[in-house]
């Protein structure tokens, strides 16, 4: 990783939020893909915020980074403990936050980081990252949103975005531009390069966003 990209990192992008299935999938590469993600993370000194989990690609992502000697901030409903993550599998986390509510784990996971990733997963990993850029679309945040295209795993979803735009339901597309890669390697670099073409990068959470 060259001295600009780092210098970049460091000024921009402090914490990344990853949102994934805490299932494997069908597929061994979804699981590899978040444990290399979560190397990737470490390596870079970049913190991961996720949702928790300890199984499937979540629990992936959480080892690779963990196993690399990054940090990890786990942002948890109470409800979930138990079901995606032991409660004593938390301890090996730097951060843990519990929330009540899923609106209150995604608000305070918006507010954590600098940029979104989704990797494969299922209906939950899908509203979320749609949030993400439901927001963005609205004018609400400038951070970078990335799909990680792994073995074309969100093709469906990138087709179904191009027929939205088609039939014109897509307005101020250019507030709603999400980076697609295929491999995990490339996440944090389209991240940077998209953070450092942004004029106006903050982490301000508008009232808005309150309200949804």
Same mark, same amino acid.
């Given at each position: 990783m060259g001295a600009c990209l780092i210098t970049a990192?460091?000024?921009?992008?402090? =914490?990344?939020c990853v949102y994934c299935g805490s299932s494997p999938g069908n597929d061994a590469a979804y699981v590899e893909a978040g444990e290399r993600l979560g190397s990737a993370l470490?390596?870079?000194g970049v913190r991961l915020v996720y949702g928790g989990g300890t199984t499937g690609v979540m629990g992936a992502l959480a080892h690779g980074t963990l196993s690399a000697g990054g940090e990890i901030g786990a942002i948890i409903p109470r409800f979930l403990i138990n079901r995606e993550t032991a409660r004593a599998a938390l301890t090996k986390f730097n951060d843990v936050t519990i929330t009540e509510t899923m609106h209150e784990r995604k608000h305070k996971m918006f507010e954590s980081s600098d940029a979104f990733v =989704?990797?494969?997963?299922?209906?939950?990993t899908v509203e979320e990252i749609v949030e993400i850029m439901t927001w963005s679309q609205l004018g609400q945040h400038r951070k970078p949103m990335v799909f990680a295209n792994i073995n074309g795993f969100w093709d469906p979803m990138l087709g179904l975005l191009d027929h939205l735009r088609r039939a014109g339901f897509i307005h101020s597309g250019h507030l709603m531009q999400p980076i697609v890669v295929d491999r995990a390697e490339a996440i944090i670099p389209a991240i940077v390069a998209a953070a450092e073409q942004t004029d106006t990068y903050g982490n301000e959470i508008p009232s808005v966003i309150d309200k949804m």
């Open positions: 990192l460091m000024n921009k992008i402090r =914490a990344i470490a390596a870079a =989704a990797l494969p997963g299922g209906i939950g």
